[in-house]
């Protein structure tokens, strides 16, 4: 399968723990987007890098939150002290840069903070 | 920043009747719109856009169009099958910019 690739699928975690996700992009594409669904809602976007820069980051993006992407290839998502309203699909999307881009998005990462 | 209203939330038809859905946007410097199908339990899936420039595409069963002065854009499937019940959501972007998703439709075919 060579496209968008989200692990773990599934991570369930105890209030006030800190959880990383990873994704890794389709190869060729340099844009790599996180965003945050939860349950009856669309993707509410969080952040997104151009190669290994981080452009811009969304006020949903609380300090807790970090993301990175090292040498502009996969990307890790990183939820510290996470609190129960963190519980949601954390999806990664991908495209080449242009004026307007096709995603093409992972199957997400499902959290949930007991 | 730019705001995506969709509706309906939810639609269902009969099997072989068409759906349409519709979005209204906020940004007049939009000018990509995508549709996304979403599966329960799987990733958003592209499954047609439309830009600024045109006013109708078509693909198939499938239909998108765009009124650029009202700032409403449409999803039309026509003879529907159960295999297109799932939730889908539109979206639009200004140049450069990341996508605004609307809150999603979840279609639902009967047989």
């Known amino acids: 399968d060579t496209g968008v690739s989200q692990n773990p699928r599934h991570k369930i975690t105890k209030r006030g723990q800190n959880v990383t996700f990873r994704c890794d992009p389709i190869?060729?594409?340099?844009?790599l987007y996180w965003y945050r669904q939860t349950l009856g809602q669309g993707p509410e976007f969080l952040t997104y890098f151009q190669n290994e820069a981080q452009l811009e980051k969304s006020r949903l993006l609380s300090d807790r939150f970090s993301a990175e992407r090292p040498k502009g290839s996969f990307s890790t998502l990183e939820i510290q002290r996470t609190e129960q309203g963190d519980s949601a699909m954390y999806l990664c999307?991908?495209?080449?840069?242009?004026?307007?881009?096709?995603?093409?998005f992972g199957s997400g990462t499902q959290l949930s903070v007991l | 920043g730019e705001n995506v209203e969709q509706h309906p939330s939810t639609l269902s038809v009969q099997e072989g009747d068409s759906a349409v859905i519709k979005c209204t946007y906020s940004d007049s410097a939009s000018n990509y719109f995508p549709w996304y199908k979403q599966e329960l339990g799987k990733r958003p899936q592209l499954i047609i856009d439309?830009?600024?420039?045109?006013g109708e595409k078509k693909d198939q069963r499938i239909a998108v169009t765009l009124n650029k002065t009202a700032k409403h854009f449409s999803l039309h499937i026509t003879e529907t099958q159960p295999e297109d019940s799932a939730v889908y959501f539109c979206?639009?972007?200004?140049?450069?910019?990341?996508?605004?998703f609307g809150s999603g439709t979840q279609l639902t075919v009967l047989p």
């Open positions: 979206a639009a972007s200004t140049p450069w910019r990341q996508l605004t």
């Open positions: 439309i830009r600024s420039n045109v």
């Open positions: 999307a991908s495209s080449y840069i242009s004026t307007n881009e096709k995603l093409f």
């Open positions: 190869s060729e594409h340099n844009r």
